[in-house]
């Protein structure tokens, strides 16, 4: 584990905030500056049009007029949606457009430049004033409208004398329109200029400001950089200290730990013992059935599912059985099942299946007194009583089924809905069902918990499912006991992969005589 600690550079900080300023300086004026000057742009070039209005009237030239009052009346409303809408964009190239168009069409209607004194120079005026709130490519466009509409001028000036209108082929007149258009535009390009200058030294102050701070705040943080640099010393020294207490700390706690692993995997050990003399021997299940075998599984080292079996002259018991929970917490459970089992069948010599059950049922809720508390344990299980003299078999289920087969199909006797244990008070004991039917030597039987079938894996993920199981156990049927083992060992490893175990594991299969 590697520990900083870090000490606020305040003089630091200003000098990089200082330095961002610096770089918002460029791109935010600049921004607020190509506005300010298109808006005025706007104004000077509506104020040209309002005067040429003016003029066209005054010389009764009142078709052409509407065109430059025309003009005046777009600009106000293009210039209220360039301030309040998101058209800023659309609007100025609008109203370039116009500006740069409309003298041309204005010249073009009045026959031409003598007759209007020369008014295309506000389409140059226009052209010029973009400088100031264009840049880039955009530029050249605006240039090349500008050439195209002055090649059309050229071309046609000559052929379109004639139509001037005869209060505009005075000489005076064209002198007075010429000193017109010429004062005005040489006054707009002076408080133009005048105000693009203003706005650079603004900025250059403002930079040149900014710019003092930052050598100062520069010249702090290379003063202080001494200190700095003695107590990051200081800092790595009481880092160095830090780790090296961390890592004793570290050894110590990995020491501890595993000393306490040590011991509960002792006593969980201890537990598996204990656990294994309360339960039959697996290899004892071959003495009592003709051909069988248990797969059990744990999940942890000790189990909640547990397999029970007694032999006793004519009759057989063999039982499957999952009780609440795993590891520790289910091996309690496992041990109260087996003892009551023992002394149900072998020491009271019960031996109908639904009675054992009923027995079991009452014995779980009296030894966890349930009736008296909150306790919910319990188990599920299958229990089979074989009748060898008769050859009938009975069954009783809680919750878990009977699977059997005579090798032509598979058939499946469901357990009773309700569990071992559980008390409800709201609810009266329900005696459990007893199936019996005849067997014989070629039917194969099977119990199991389910631990086997809720098991995640799979190119998907999802759980093997009791279809799955059943007709894996059908497919195998005809295979000897070992065989049918040694598949569903493979199958369980194959599906499960590197997926942890979701819960015990116990399937049996058996032949009876």
Known sequence: MSIKLEIPLINYSLYQSTKKRILEIFEDVTQRESDRNFLLFSILMTFGGATWGGLSFYFDLNFAGYIPVGYVIFSIFNIYFWATKDFKRSCKALQTFFSILLPFVFQIILGGTRSTGVVMIWSLFALTSTLAFYKGKSLYYWLCIFVFLMGIVILIDHDIEHITPPSLKNYHVFNMLLMINFSMISTMLFFLSKFFVDQQLRTLNELVETNGQLI??????????????????????????????????????????????????????????????????????????????????????VSGDFYWFYKQENYTVIAAVDCTGHGVPGAFMSLLGSEALTDIVINKQIFDSAEILNQLDLTIRKKLKQETTSNKDGMDLALTVFDTQNKICSFSGAKNPLLYTDDEELICIKGDRQPIGMFHPDQLPVPFTKHEFAYNENMRFYMYSDGFQDQFGGERLKKFMPKKLKNTLFENRKLEMRMQLSTLENTFSTWKKSEEQTDDVLVMGFVME
């Open 216 to 301: 100062s705040a520069e010249e702090e943080v290379r003063q202080n950089s001494e200190e700095i640099s003695v107590m990051n010393d200081m800092l790595k020294e009481s880092n160095k200290k830090l780790e090296d207490a961390y890592v004793e700390l570290e050894k110590k706690k990995n020491v501890q730990i595993e000393s306490m692993n040590h011991a509960i995997l002792e006593s969980i050990n201890y537990a598996q013992q204990i656990q294994r003399c309360f339960l039959p021997s697996i290899h004892r299940f071959s003495e009592i059935v003709k051909d069988g075998f248990i797969f059990f599984k744990p999940r942890d080292i």
